[in-house]
């Protein structure tokens, strides 16, 4: 019967590990069709690859363009993020009250709330302040977007951290700013860079607000891939091509720091 169970988990495992990947590889697969090889029936598994796809985005969507807006709104949305959460989470963390339990549940209930219930007021807000398809807007917009769950990530990491070592460093003569430099950033780097990680993998996925404030000039990558439907119908190869190139950049991140993301995830989960 163990064998049997075992054999059973591991054919589970399989079965839903290709559910899972099965739509990336025939994104791959997509891509490297002609339009006329991604649309036929029945489909087909082997053909000529071809970057014909790769070309028509590069040049006729100005992929650089867009993958710049991605990555500098990102970026600054995270380190944005980071400069306001983490000052939050050590407040919360170390000098907790009795409404300190209740804040942090009110800011995780924000994400509870679907983007297109915010979008009127965002976008009359953008608008009256001139910021409509512009990086400002969209990094606003995803900084505070990200902000409730950095906290509760930093706040679940920095409230493992043992009182005693910041009640030394008191003794010491550290003040608050000494404190969260040289005692809680060392200790907490783990949870630091996984909250970094997860809030830049949000901001890069980020499609709703990319669609709805930005177009030509702001737009990020989210936009070039939504820019292959059209009223004539979807361009199968080419929104493969563009979906393939805009995750790529952060796959490979993400797969080379998928340590400290597991890590600052877990982090406090077990005694």
Known sequence: ??????????????VITLLVVFPLIWLVLTAF????????????????????SFREVNTRSDYLLHAKNSVLTSVLSTLVGLAIAAPAAYSMAFFRTRRTRDILM???????????????????????????????????????????????????????????????ARMDGAGVWGEF??????????????TALLCLVLSWNEAFWSLNLSSAKAGTL????????SPEGLFWAKLSAASLLAIAPIVVVGWFSQKQLVQGLTFGAVK
């Open 33 to 52: 069709k002609t339009e006329l090889q991604a649309i036929r029936v029945p489909p087909e598994l082997f053909f000529t690859p071809t970057l014909e």
């Open 1 to 14: 019967m163990k064998q049997l169970a075992l054999l059973l988990r591991t054919v589970s495992a399989w």
């Open 181 to 194: 430099v040289h005692v809680i950033r060392p200790l907490a780097t783990g949870t630091l860079a996984s």
């Open 222 to 229: 989210a936009t070039l891939i939504a820019s292959y439907s």
């Open 106 to 168: 009110w800011m995780l209930s924000t994400k509870m709330m679907p983007a297109v219930g915010a979008l009127v007021p965002v976008y009359v807000m953008a608008q009256t302040a001139g910021l409509l398809d512009s990086l400002t807007a969209l990094t606003v917009v995803f900084t505070l977007s990200n902000l409730p769950i950095m906290v509760w990530m930093l706040y679940s990491g920095f409230k493992d951290i043992p009182p005693d070592i910041l009640e030394a």
